[in-house]
């Protein structure tokens, strides 16, 4: 069984990933992940933080001489900003709990009911986890999954297709076409035109103290059908997916194919015809479904798409109430991302990549590489000739 923990606070020293249930032979080296923790940190629109941070990845367990050995893989990324709050969030009674207590709640983000529920009156114990400094655990993670899939031959790529009110024409690329496309936009979206129009809405909204979301979408070539289930619901591969893209920080609307535009057509309009030909086995010619039918993955392109709400530290102060005094105020801001699409986007990546995963190993097991891709190969030719 493949599984994963992430710890560690957002000022903290370091957080962890741990990976259990990864096979053994798996070719894994620090500067493959090293290259999403940047792509992670990227993105027009963020802010004073990532100026500090520099990630990488520490593989502190499961992994020697560049191959996984089937025990528990450790991930670590430091925090450089440790080094102006480790007073702060020492762990031992000499930690100052006075200097950088919040007691101001931000609209939109889990302060308040974080500090309700958890019990705290300092709403930094809420926000140092809540943080989305999380997901760099996640997609060290994440990546782990990805290296694995490409042995296989599954490549994932995502793009944004939406920031704010402005939205890309997204053109019909192959994977590589489209990872280059998106590798050259600072807002990682595939439409150049729609490119300059997003840094621009960005400045504007970051000049007027505002934030932003918007939309990313993931696809994946070169999954096997057959992946996910519906004799069980929780089994389902596009209940799992969904909640994985949900779970990524404001995120808040997930799609999987035509999604809520299928509503609006008649089933003649949705669903995707089935053909066949000797040399390439069953196909559709269109993919509505976005690669997913009955739970499963159907054998076309993967196609999820995400919508981010913008982001909840203002600039320009919303009103809240202080914990403490009950008085209200208008939040000040240190510091913030004015739009983090573009990296929510390769979190997207990296969840996406992590189910994937965990569906493959569930319907092909094995302890070892070379056993997966043995049946993986058997199964893809025993698919052709159904
Ligand atoms: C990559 C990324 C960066 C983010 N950066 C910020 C930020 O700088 N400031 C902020 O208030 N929220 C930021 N967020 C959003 C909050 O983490 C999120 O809104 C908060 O945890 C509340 O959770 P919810 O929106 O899912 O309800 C970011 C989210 C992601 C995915
Ligand atoms: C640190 C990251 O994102 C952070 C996510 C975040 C939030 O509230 O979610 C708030 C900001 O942190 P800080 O308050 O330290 O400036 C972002 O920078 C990161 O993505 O690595």
């Known amino acids: 069984m493949l599984r994963f923990l992430t710890a560690g606070e957002s000022h903290g020293p370091s957080l962890t990933a741990i ?14 992940i090293d290259k ?51 007073r702060v969030m020492a762990p031992g009674p000499e930690a100052d709990l006075e200097t950088r ?3 101001r709640p931000r609209p939109g983000h889990a302060d308040l009911t974080g500090a309700i529920k958890y ?17 760099a655990a996640r997609v060290a993670a994440g990546t782990v999954a990805r290296r694995l899939l490409e042995e296989v031959g599954v490549a994932i790529v ?28 600072p807002v990682y979206c595939a439409d150049p035109a729609a490119t300059e129009k997003m840094i621009g809405e960005i400045d504007r909204a970051r000049e007027e103290g505002d934030s932003l979301g918007g939309v990313f979408e ?26 994985a893209l949900m779970s990524i920080q404001a995120i808040k609307g997930v799609e999987v194919g035509a999604g809520f535009n299928a509503a609006c057509c008649r089933g003649s309009e949705v669903h995707d015809e089935l053909y066949y030909a000797p040399e390439r086995g069953f196909y559709r010619a269109t993919n509505n479904a976005g ?4 739970g499963m993955s159907n054998g076309e392109m993967l196609l999820l798409r995400a919508a981010m709400k913008p982001i909840p530290t203002l600039y320009k102060p919303l009103r809240s109430v202080d914990i403490a005094t009950k008085q209200p105020f208008e939040a000040s801001v240190e510091r913030s991302d004015t739009c983090a699409v573009p990296a929510a986007c390769v979190v997207g990546e990296a969840v996406a990549a992590w189910e994937l995963a965990v569906a493959l190993l569930e319907k092909f097991g094995g302890e070892t590489l070379r056993e997966i891709k043995t049946r993986v190969d058997q199964y893809r030719e025993y698919q052709k000739g159904f």
Not at 48 to 63: A, F, N, P, Y
Not at 224 to 237: A, C, E, F, I, K
Not at 291 to 294: A, H, K, Q, T, V
Request: glycine share 16%.
């Open 158 to 185: 995502g793009s944004v297709v939406r920031i704010g009110s402005i939205q890309a024409q997204e053109p019909a690329l192959t994977a590589a076409e489209l990872a280059e496309a998106v590798g050259k936009s």
């Open 101 to 103: 207590a919040v007691t």
């Open 291 to 294: 690669g997913i039918e009955g």
């Open 36 to 86: 999403q923790l940047a792509r992670r940190q990227g993105g027009h629109g963020r802010g004073g933080r990532m100026k500090i941070e520099t990630d990488r990845v520490c593989i502190t367990s499961g992994v020697r001489g560049g191959l996984t050995l089937g025990s528990p893989v450790t991930l670590v990324v430091e925090n450089r900003d440790w080094e102006n709050w480790h």
């Open 19 to 32: 990976v259990d249930g990864m096979p053994a032979g798996l070719p894994l080296e620090a500067g493959y």
């Open 218 to 243: 993931i696809k994946v070539f070169g999954l096997p059908p057959g992946l996910g289930s519906y004799v069980q619901r929780d089994r389902t591969l596009d209940g799992r997916l969904a909640g």
């Open 119 to 135: 019990g705290h009156r300092d709403v930094r114990n809420v926000l140092e986890r809540s943080s989305a400094r999380e997901t």
